[in-house]
């Protein structure tokens, strides 16, 4: 059993184009994230979601739309894809027991995503 | 997290010695730090973990020291195998209710066998 699972595992698209990226995790965690992986293997963090709100944007362009439909899921859509946003894109899930309190948990990450923009 | 240079820093060791290392961690108010391998084609996974009260914590040949003087953040690895090689980052968790978690630039471990 995958504990963070996301799809596509890779997506080559044209630039303009719109994407979406699947995450689901199975470990009951409250929060989920996206995180950007450039060529560089420099990751960055792009959203956190706790209980299916959205908590951190961290200056991500609108182009971007992360969607929690619920604990478990968090997916992300890209529009008007360019040619920079070309990366590895990870999911992570984790448990963060209380607001205000520092984070207990580690993060678990999916296989990432790896989208090329052509 | 120490973000420095255009390329990813390299730690080249012969199998069996021990491997060091460093990070450079940003901001005075973190406090839990995180190390994470991440093999080729993989996420990052967890590895071990230290709170800022505490500097040092040791794992199965893996240990963690952290001096908050000067914001500095080391791994340890005893014995470095083949199977040891990936890059590792640090982690500094921000404190801002535990939701973000922000990653050094990594370090490429290659093991020589």
């Known amino acids: 059993d995958t504990a963070v699972s996301q799809t596509p595992k890779y997506l080559v698209t044209q630039m303009g184009n719109d994407k979406s990226i699947k995450c689901e995790q199975n470990l009951g965690h409250d929060t989920m994230y996206w995180y950007k992986q450039d060529s560089k293997k420099f990751l960055k963090i792009m959203f956190s979601?706790?209980?299916?709100?959205?908590?951190i944007n961290e200056t991500v362009p609108n182009r971007f739309s992360p969607k929690s439909p619920d604990k478990a899921h968090l997916n992300l859509h890209i529009n008007s894809l360019e040619l920079g946003d070309s990366a590895v894109y990870f999911c992570?899930?984790?448990?963060?027991?209380?607001?205000?309190?520092?984070?207990?948990?580690?993060?678990?990450f999916g296989e990432g995503s790896r989208l090329t923009v052509l | 997290g120490e973000s420095v240079g255009l390329h990813l820093p390299t730690l080249s060791v012969q199998e069996g010695d021990n491997s060091i290392i460093n990070c450079a961690y940003s901001?005075?108010?973190?406090?839990?730090f995180i190390w994470y391998k991440q093999e080729s084609g993989k996420g990052p996974q967890f590895i071990i973990d230290?709170?800022?009260?505490?500097d040092k914590r040791q794992g199965q040949r893996v240990t963690v020291l952290l001096n908050k003087t000067v914001k500095h953040l080391s791994l340890q690895i005893a014995a470095t195998q083949p199977g040891d090689s990936a890059v590792y980052f640090c982690?500094?968790?921000?404190?801002?209710?535990?939701?973000?978690?922000?990653f050094g630039a990594g370090t490429r471990l290659f093991v020589k066998a």
């Open positions: 979601y706790n209980n299916k709100e959205l908590i």
């Open positions: 992570a899930s984790s448990q963060v027991v209380q607001v205000r309190l520092p984070n207990t948990g580690e993060l678990f």
């Open positions: 982690a500094e968790n921000m404190g801002t209710g535990g939701f973000k978690t922000i």
């Open positions: 901001n005075s108010a973190s406090d839990y």
């Open positions: 230290i709170r800022s009260n505490m």
